[in-house]
């Protein structure tokens, strides 16, 4: 089994920056096998979406909303991916949740005040 702790969550005022990261733990092996990482969002009655991806060798994807604002990273050796967020917004507000494979994380909330 892997464990997925996630932190860096917070509030934070229009404009600012958030850093989050996410560490898996747990089977080696497990983690070894581990190719795409990538952190997802739910907003209040809305769906669970995408917000970017990166692969074992370091290419991403992002929601066409957060292109240019948002930065994913991943550190192999360490086991952990990051979300650089900057220049946030009201409508970037949700719970952030780290997912690598099949693995999810806990969830972390994000307040953006306007």
């Known amino acids: 089994q892997v464990q997925l702790v996630e932190s860096g969550g917070g509030l934070v005022q229009a404009g600012g920056s958030l850093r989050l990261s996410c560490a898996a733990s747990?089977?080696?092996?497990?983690?070894?096998?581990?190719?795409?990482m990538g952190w997802y969002r739910q907003a209040p009655g809305k769906q669970r979406e995408l917000v970017a991806g990166?692969?074992?060798?370091?290419?991403?994807n992002y929601l066409d909303s957060v292109k240019g604002r948002f930065t994913i990273s991943r550190d192999n050796a360490k086991n952990t991916v990051y979300l650089q967020m900057n220049s946030l917004k009201p409508e970037d507000t949700a719970v952030y949740y780290c997912?690598?494979?099949?693995?999810w994380g806990q969830g972390t909330q994000v307040t953006v005040s306007s």
């Open positions: 990166i692969t074992r060798s370091g290419t991403t």
């Open positions: 997912n690598m494979d099949v693995y």
């Open positions: 747990g089977s080696i092996y497990s983690i070894f096998k581990i190719n795409a």
